[in-house]
């Protein structure tokens, strides 16, 4: 069952999409003025970051900051968590480009909006070259305004961020080569849904709040946070898995079956071919086929049911979940910031976009 978004979740959201709206109104304002032609870029950074996405980054951050003792109405953390949405969106931009995907949130992604604005001008050269490179620009611009609202944060919160953008990055990296050796193992798979996803969503903002709050005081609870945070972040990236093989597209605005049409490197796929006869093997083997159907999509999620993976998935989902929520004993907060730490665990793992 989808558990419903804590109501704490949309208040830290409206502040941070105030301030990234502002941002981005001002820089759009600025080259738009310089060139005319300029304003795409920037607007196209608004269009993602404005369009949706749950806030969860700025959420772990804001709640980092409390348990350290920082006044949650600063505007560092407000700034900081502005920062993780716009380092998150650097990151889909470049993974629509990697992952040669036509829509996010439900909207055309930016590759793709100005490869047709190639062809349909008729300009020279390779449109999909063009729209590539205009889409990986945009996700540049996007990693530097970041760091502009992260330029009040103290060395040991610097190092965090630091580690962070490299931790992504890795995990990006072994994504890529566990898709084009059609990797399998369940450790390797495990490994990219912890680096490229759950370290950047929960760990590390929370690490990130609690140092911008306190050097002093974060450095002591980097532990128990990540009790917390590592196993919640692993949840998180499973339930995407999830949803990336089985998600309604009208829901999580991603065509149906994403994951199996990209050849995906899961957690998930992994358990089913650990598990699968050799008839359920051979339908298994078409995952990441460029000639994917509906239906053959549709017998490969089947063979996932069968083999037991997607239950096997939904256990270790509960379980994983469960240790976080028992991490939370020994960390030093209020009883008010447990509760929406709580929420928050309850929140990511159960969620259905």
Known sequence: MSQPAPASLARIAARVEHRLAEVLAAEQARWSAFEVDLSEPVGEVARLVLGGGKRLRPA??????????????????????????????????????????????????TH??????????????EDRRFGEGVAILVGDLAFVYADQLMVNANPRAWQVWNELRIELNIGQMLDILGS??????????????????????????????????????????????????????????????????????SVTGKPVGGDLREGKPTPLLARAV??????????LDRVGRSTLTDRDVGEIQQAIVDTGALADLEATITRLTDEALGALDGLDASPEVRAELVDLATYVSQRTT
């Open 60 to 109: 772990f951050a804001h709640w980092g900051y409390a348990v350290a003792g920082g006044d949650v109405d600063d505007q560092l953390i407000v700034d900081a968590g502005a920062a993780l949405e716009l380092m998150h969106a650097f990151a889909l931009f470049h993974d629509d480009v990697m992952d040669d995907a036509e829509r996010r949130r439900g909207q055309l992604t």
């Open 274 to 283: 650990a598990a699968a006869t050799p008839a359920q093997r051979e339908i």
């Open 180 to 249: 084009v050796r059609v990797e399998r193992r369940l450790d390797y798979c495990e490994r990219i849904c912890r680096y490229k996803s759950g370290k950047y969503t929960i760990e590390r903002p929370l690490h990130l709040g609690a140092l911008l709050a306190s050097p002093e005081r974060g450095v002591a609870l980097i532990g128990p946070l990540s009790a917390y945070g590592l196993p919640l972040g692993d949840a998180f990236q499973m339930r995407d898995d999830v949803m990336g093989a089985f998600g309604d597209a």
């Open 112 to 125: 793709t909006v100005f490869g047709a604005k190639h062809r349909d001008a008729g300009w020279s050269g």
